[in-house]
């Protein structure tokens, strides 16, 4: 029998947490191995033990979420964070994308979409819900400023295997619901990982991706 995933919660609200609990102690694939409050409590926990997800809110009481996210993923680098919010925020969402975060999804989501997210983070895919559109515009537009209107590439560049799947049919003109198709991923999934890509080539635009892979001869 394989071993359960093991799910830590962090979140301020205990009728909450309660109710999580009980959602994800009834699947026979997960379990919650411990929950906690508040960022110093959760940290203080995890000193001692090992998680595979952290379901993590963003805004509670003393250190927020993305601080303590940040500080788990330095003692647990292999635990995936999935950020569980009130808020679909670009700026949150750019901020959990930089700190090294899995998922971002939204606490009025279905019970459905909660298990399939941490399934997804735990397989080591992206999940993430709302307009990233808006976060590629905002995360990047800084890069372009600083660099004088000239995006610098990064010369110490790894792609995965699907990243340079997704380049190749972006190459081929397919939008995101095709690429999702062919893939047979979530739109969301893509989106994440074109995000991803543009992040690892610090660039500004998919165009300017192709154009350098096509000179450097990566795909």
Do not use: W
Not at 27 to 39: K, L
Request: negative net charge; hydrophobic residues 40%; proline residues 2%.
């Amino acid at each position: 029998m394989n071993a359960k995933m093991k799910v830590f919660l962090v979140d301020d609200h205990e009728i909450f947490r309660n109710g999580l609990k009980q959602l994800i102690d009834s699947e026979p694939d997960m379990e919650v191995i411990g929950e906690a409050g508040d960022g110093e409590t959760a940290l203080h926990l995890l000193s001692t033990l090992s998680s595979d997800v952290v379901i993590m809110d963003i805004r509670m009481p003393g250190i927020n979420g993305i601080e303590t996210s940040e500080a788990i993923l330095k003692q647990q680098p292999q635990s995936r964070i999935l950020f569980f919010s009130l808020y679909d925020n670009p700026d949150y969402v750019a901020r959990a994308l930089e700190m090294g975060a899995s998922g971002y999804i939204l606490k009025d989501t279905s019970n459905k979409i909660f298990l399939h997210a941490i399934r997804t983070v735990y397989s080591g895919r992206f999940y993430f819900i709302g307009d990233v559109t808006d976060v590629l515009v905002k995360k990047y537009l800084d890069i372009q400023k600083t660099s004088g209107g000239k995006s610098a590439v990064n010369a110490d560049i790894s792609l995965s295997r699907r990243e340079e799947q997704i380049l190749r049919l972006i190459r081929n003109n397919l939008s995101n619901k095709e690429i999702s198709n062919s893939l047979n991923v979530s739109i969301r999934t893509i989106e994440a990982h074109r995000l991803n890509i543009l992040r690892k080539f610090q660039l500004n635009s998919m165009e300017e991706v192709l154009a350098y892979c096509q000179e450097a001869g990566l795909i």
